[in-house]
């Protein structure tokens, strides 16, 4: 009988034995896409994301996730399980938010699975999508009444609107003559708006007018960038109210001379619409100044009237 060599019977022994499982892993690709729609979008848009998920290895991957690092676990349908070549759609949806700003907003879904033998099998797949965006702020003003006088109160009104699509935060209001104006609200969310008032009392000073001034609003966008606008000028014409007057006023504003006549006794009462203060008041220097010029005719035409005296004198002497 013919002896068997030991290394021949060892590698016959070698091919009669099952082959493990153990050592065997998926070849090809267990994957996933994704695609966005639209691929542009502002706040408050809906993006509906669309995720394939696709098995072309050689073997079944079970325990299928879907994760989106934007939106969460994605539902698949109850389908945790693909075969050799099969493929799993899915969709979601998601609404974006002031924070997604300024943009793009970029998203990260992970597909995950484990092969026959436990092994665990992942992929990933990025969309972006383009954030557009408009900021705008309009403030309008009004002023009641459109025409007053020294002593007199004008109200201001101011109307501040968000027309843009994102909130308005941080806003002041300013007025280049009243100074700053009270706001009851600091935020204002798209289509909103808000009014604050402010009282002005005209002042001698103002005359003759008109008063025109104007407001400007302030405030940030989400991303901190800074927004203002400026609106268009209020005027408020001017007239003299005597009721509303002292007579020192009223005397000042006639162009009556007179030294120290603002603190001058009397004078700071209320005047009389009646009074003849202002008319008279110049009288008395107007009159001294003719009185002067009639003085000094009158000594011009006296001392002519000497110097021919003695002229004729002196042609009488002389004959």
Known sequence: MKKWSMPLVIAVVALLMPVSTANVSAQGEFSISKSADPTSATVGDNI????????????????????????????????TSLSIGENITATATYTVAETDLPGPLVNTATISGTDPDGNPITDNVTASVELAYAPSIQVTKTANPTSASPGENITYTYTITNNGNITIDNLSLQDNKLGAISLSDITL???????????????????????????????????????????????????????????????KLSGVPGKGIEKAPGLQKLFNPKSQAAEH???KDKDKEEEQLQIRQMTENQGAAKGQLKIEQKVKNQR
């Open 281 to 283: 008041a110049g009288k």
């Open 189 to 251: 969310a798209p289509g909103e708006n808000i009014t604050a008032t402010a009282t002005y009392t005209v002042t001698i000073s103002d005359l003759p007018g008109p008063i025109i001034n104007t407001a400007t609003v302030m405030g940030t966008d989400p991303t901190g960038e800074s927004i203002s606008l400026t609106s268009d000028p209020a005027s408020v014409s001017l007239y003299i109210n005597k009721r509303l007057l002292t007579k020192a006023e009223i005397l």
């Open 48 to 79: 509906t994301y669309t995720y394939t998920v696709s098995n072309s290895s050689n073997v079944t991957v079970d325990n299928i996730s879907l994760v989106d690092d934007k939106i969460g676990t994605i539902d698949l349908g109850g389908q």
